[in-house]
C-alpha cells in the first residue's frame, strides 16, 4: 500500500525510530523537527525512499500549521492510499508544583503537548478532506494522562487534553463519509532522553522519582526501537481507531504500570 506517513519530533529517541521504521517498510515519509537528523537522510537515500525533512520551531505554530499545509498542497500526494499523521513531539515540561514555576513554561508544555497536535491535526483533516486515500491520525499520549502524577501537573493534563480532543475529533469523523480513524495511545515508559531528565529530579519536586530510578537500573523501561515497531503495527492494522484512547501495553497483550 502506497502510504504516505508524517511524524513530529523525528530527530531522536521515539520519533526517530517511528521515522526510521517507517522509511524501512517504504512509506514515503514527511518529519518536522527542530533539528532534523542527517542518518535519516542517510538512510532514505540507500534504500531509495521518498523522504522529506522539515526543519520547524514547533514552539511557533503558525509557522508549523502553514509547513504543513504548504506541503499537503502539492497535487502529487493525492494519489497516496494512507495517509498517516503522527503527532509524536512531546515535552515533560515543568516539574513540581506549579506555584513554582514560570508561566513561559507552562505555555511552552501546552503548546508542544496539545496546542500543536490540535492544529496539525485540523490542518491535516481539512487539506486531506477530497482524498480518496485512507486517513489516520496517531497522536502520542501517556499513561499520565489517565492518573494524578505528583509534580506533574503541565503534563498529565496537556496529554489528558489530547486523549479528549482524539476522542471528540474521531466521534466527528465517524460521522463522515471518508472519516479519518484517530487514537490517542499511550507508549507505555520507554527509554528516551525524557526518562533520563525525570530521573534527574528532586523528590521534593517529583516524589515518584525512585520509581522511575528502579524502572532503569531493573530493566524496566522498553526501548525506542520496540515501541515504535509496536505502535506503527497498531497504526496500520484493522484494529486502528476502534478505540480512541489507547495504551499500547495493552493492545500487545500486557498490562498498563
Known amino acids: 500500500m502506497r502510504t504516505l506517513t508524517i511524524i513530529t519530533g523525528a530527530s531522536r529517541g521515539l520519533g526517530f525510530e517511528l521515522a526510521r521504521q517507517s522509511l524501512k517498510k517504504g512509506d514515503c ?3 518536522m523537527e527542530r533539528k532534523p537528523n542527517p542518518e535519516l537522510v542517510n538512510q532514505a537515500k540507500e534504500i531509495d525512499c521518498e523522504f522529506v525533512q522539515f526543519s520547524a520551531d514547533l514552539l511557533d505554530r ?3 500549521v502553514e509547513l504543513l499545509s504548504w506541503w499537503l498542497s502539492g497535487e502529487e500526494y493525492k494519489d497516496f ?5 503522527i503527532n509524536n513531539a512531546g515535552v515533560l515540561g515543568p ?3 506549579i506555584e513554582y514555576q514560570t508561566p513561559q513554561a507552562a505555555v511552552d508544555c501546552i503548546r508542544i503537548n496539545f496546542e500543536i497536535p490540535v492544529l496539525l491535526t485540523q490542518a491535516f ?4 478532506r477530497d482524498w480518496k486515500a485512507d486517513r489516520r491520525v496517531l497522536n502520542i499520549s501517556s499513561g499520565a494522562a489517565r492518573k494524578s502524577v505528583p509534580g506533574w501537573a503541565m503534563y498529565c493534563s496537556t496529554k ?4 479528549r480532543f482524539t476522542a471528540v475529533t474521531a466521534e466527528d469523523q465517524a460521522r463522515l463519509v471518508n472519516g479519518a480513524k484517530l487514537a490517542s495511545t ?6 528516551t532522553d525524557m526518562q533520563a531528565r525525570i530521573r534527574e529530579s528532586s523528590p521534593d519536586a517529583f516524589p515518584g522519582v525512585d520509581r522511575f530510578k528502579k524502572l532503569k537500573s531493573e530493566g524496566g523501561l522498553v526501548s525506542a526501537e ?4 509496536k505502535l506503527l503495527e497498531y497504526l496500520n492494522s484493522s484494529d486502528f481507531g476502534k478505540e480512541p484512547i489507547t495504551d499500547i501495553r495493552i493492545i500487545n497483550g500486557g498490562k498498563s504500570v
Open 29 to 31: 515519509v514527511v518529519t
Open 62 to 64: 503558525k509557522g508549523a
Open 81 to 85: 492510499e494512507r495517509v498517516n499523521l
Open 95 to 97: 516539574v513540581g508544583p
Open 125 to 128: 483533516l481539512a487539506d486531506t
Open 160 to 163: 489528558a487534553a489530547l486523549d
Open 186 to 191: 499511550a507508549p507505555g515508559v520507554v527509554d
Open 226 to 229: 520496540e515501541t515504535a515497531r
